[in-house]
T-cell receptor, first 116, second 113 residues
């Protein structure tokens, strides 16, 4: 069965520091991969996605993520964090071949706190 | 721009009441989803629909039902609300082209007292 693990429940970084949020998945083939961000009291916003091609993908707000097949990982990175990046981040996995129902499996989320 | 709206941001209901949560998307998407979000548990799929009048159970359908009479609208129904249904409810939709990224509404924070 598919699963998604975000090992870090809570991360604190200083403003201006670099950031890496980890995501590991379990799936027999290359899945569709997503990162979403959720600000307090809001819905989820898509940051970036991967489904084929270049394994380094660029997203909105200066985020990028790298798909590493050998490690079953899709880690999210940002070179310099801004205070407005404080939010909850979700990694999600979809299964190609599941028809167009597009069901996603979400990780438990990582809460990012940014220190001034 | 893609838009998913939910009928209420905050809702307070009493135990035993029938509760309707409505979701509307303006993107002509075939697929729509209802999730509940609880701290430490991430998002869990309640029901989804891949066409008008079609529905499938997700991972936690107990205590919920859904209705999709029009393509743009997907309703979640709590037949008899209970306190353990206090949660954030999120609606999402996606279209017919891979990788089927989902677009989310702002959420409804439901409190059952």
């Amino acid at each position: 069965a598919q699963s998604v693990t975000q090992p870090d429940i809570h991360i604190t970084v200083s403003e201006g520091a670099s950031l890496e949020l980890r995501c590991n998945y379990s799936y027999g083939a290359t899945p569709y991969l997503f990162w979403y961000v959720q600000s307090p009291g809001q819905g989820l916003q898509l940051l970036l996605k991967y489904f084929s091609g270049d394994t380094l993908v660029q997203g909105i707000k200066g985020f990028e993520a790298e798909f590493k097949r050998s490690q079953s990982s899709f880690n999210l990175r940002k070179p310099s964090v801004h205070w407005s990046d404080a939010a909850e981040y979700f990694c999600a996995v979809g299964a190609p071949g599941s028809g167009n129902t597009g069901k996603l499996i979400f990780g438990q989320g990582t809460t990012l706190q940014v220190k001034p | 721009d893609v838009k998913v709206t939910q009928s209420s941001r905050y809702l307070v209901k009493r135990t035993g009441e029938k509760v309707f949560l409505e979701c509307v998307q303006d993107m002509d998407h075939e697929n729509m989803f209802w999730y509940r979000q609880d701290p430490g548990l991430g998002l869990r799929l309640i029901y989804f629909s891949y066409d008008v009048k079609m529905k499938e159970k997700g991972d936690i359908p107990e205590g919920y039902s859904v209705s999709r009479e029009k393509k743009e609208r997907f309703s979640l129904i709590l037949e008899s609300a209970s306190t353990n249904q206090t949660s954030m409810y999120l609606c999402a939709s996606h279209g017919a082209v891979p990788p089927y990224e989902q677009y989310f509404g702002p959420g409804t924070r439901l409190t059952v007292t």
